[in-house]
Nanobody, 117 residues
Framework: QVQLVESGGGLVQPGGSLRLSCVAS????????MGWYRQAPGEQRELVAA???????NYADSVKGRFLISRDNAKNTVYLQMNSLKPEDTAIYFC???????????WGQGTQVTDSS
């Protein structure tokens, strides 16, 4: 069983920055694909950014050029650096771990990012 714990959310002014972190328990992090998703009130959960175990990344069009996903396998941690934040980035951000070729798929509890304007 894998547990994911997100942190780093909070209030931020438009144009500001935040860095989210997600720490995974267990020993499969380095061979897993990781993703950040978000869900705004009344909206469906959507993919924000993902990074594969071999470090290929992809981003939602709405965050390209502003957000950066990275991972540190030594710390079992995936990060989401969010810059130039906009009011529409307000959402709960969730971390996801997926082990390729299996049904192993885990979610964190989420961390809230809120526009303070």
């Amino acid at each position: 069983q894998v547990q994911l714990v997100e942190s780093g959310g909070g209030l931020v002014q438009p144009g500001g920055s935040l860095r989210l972190s997600c720490v995974a328990s267990g020993s499969i992090f380095s061979i897993s694909n990781m993703g950040w998703y978000r869900q705004a009130p009344g909206e469906q959960r959507e993919l924000v950014a993902a990074i594969t175990w071999h470090r290929t990344t992809n981003y939602a069009d709405s965050v390209k050029g502003r957000f950066l996903i990275s991972r540190d396998n030594a710390k079992n941690t995936v990060y989401l650096q969010m810059n130039s934040l906009k009011p529409e980035d307000t959402a709960i951000y969730f971390c996801n771990l997926n082990l390729p070729g299996t049904r192993a798929d885990y979610w964190g509890q989420g961390t809230q990012v809120t526009d303070s304007s």
